[in-house]
């Protein structure tokens, strides 16, 4: 089986040796764009295509507000600050993501309180959100408490994970059920929607992320996405390190964040966004050959969850238990095809191993099983063929 699976990545990739999980693409308008940045010498926080890459992106996901940031990160950062996260506070998150997600909450000075994700959506799962709530905390007017200590838990934070959307409207009914607020970490999802609308844009707040392995890519970048005036406003304010608009004089009122996008990452995205319905296309074709591939060969494909439909970020492969997993990983990587499992839970790493947590059943398999195959929006002159295969 694994031999076959090379040989089908090697065809699948003929020009790339070794074949990469995933590489980003520039082949519209990017050279251009970034080289105007630098003509007009606005290459930092303020500058055209920013404003622009913030418009794109708005119009693209259906966003009312759109504000770029330098990473998904700081958005994320930023997200859950507005979204009411206090020192000492927690937030519902799930364990299986990639660490930015608990490291924006302890930049809150908040701890993450793990759920289980769904075997289906591989994000939060709603009956498991709903059984920690009733089994293990108090409701109240501004936000339930985690009964063994009294902590107030201020948001939730479903992730949309390899691009997959989670049952956003379950966790949404659970949330208001509790008085929660709903921030999603939408890093991996720019092109998945659920029920038509776009991932991201369900929550009070979303983010996304434009990291060099994200579906489009800025070098470094992000964007909190809202449909509230307010807290689009008060995010821009604590993006641009809280200054007071004026001509001249620099007046700060509160302790702000240099988070805003330069303009020179900014112009690579306006370029990137002018790609991405392409991409999209390119991805999900790839996602077909895999499917086909896995069906032929008795795996699991994670396919896209009923009512959704996935930009296919990373492609997922599910093999039977850690040590085919382990063998799976070895001799792909060996033979020059990149592959990698999901991210080691987060309940596993030493600074949120003593974060409280329901058991995890799913998190752990998933974990132990899963492996992740190269993934690059295929060069234009293979899409058809890949659509056609
Ligand atoms: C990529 C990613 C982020 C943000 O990462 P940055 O590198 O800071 O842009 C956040 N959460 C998840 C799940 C991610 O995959």
Known sequence: MIDDFIRFVRDTFPAADPVPLHAPRFDGNEKRYVCETIDSSYVSSVGAFVNEFEARVAAYTGAAHAIATVNGTAALHIALKLAGVAPGEYVLTQSLSFVATCNAIRYCDADPLFVDVSPDTLGLCPHALEAFLDSRCTPHPDGPRLRDDGRRIAACLPMHTLGHPVQIEALLEVCEDWNLPLVEDAAEALGSRAGGRHAGTFGRLGTLSFNGNKII?????????????????????????????????????????????????????????????????????????????????????????????????????????????????????????????????????????????????????????????????????????????
């Open 217 to 389: 890519t800025t070098g470094g970048g992000g964007m909190i996405l809202t449909k509230d005036a307010a807290l689009a406003a008060r995010a821009r304010h604590l993006t641009t390190t809280a200054k007071r608009p004026h001509r001249w004089a620099f007046e700060h009122d509160e302790v702000g964040y240099n988070y805003r996008l330069p303009n020179l990452n900014a112009a690579l995205g306006c370029a990137q966004m002018e790609s991405l319905p392409r991409f999209v296309q390119a991805k999900r074709a790839l996602a077909g050959r895999y499917a086909r591939w896995a069906a032929d060969h008795g795996l699991r494909f994670i396919h896209e969850p009923p009512g959704t439909q996935a930009n296919y970020w990373l492609n997922a492969l599910q093999l039977s238990d850690r040590a085919t997993l382990e063998r799976f990983l070895t001799a792909t990587n060996d033979a020059g095809v990149m592959t990698r499992p999901l991210w080691t839970p987060m309940h596993r790493l030493p600074m949120y191993a003593d974060c409280p947590r329901d058991a995890l059943a799913v998190t752990e398999h998933l974990a132990a099983t899963l492996v992740n195959v190269p993934s690059s929006p295929l060069p234009v002159d293979l899409e058809h063929g890949a659509a056609a295969a």
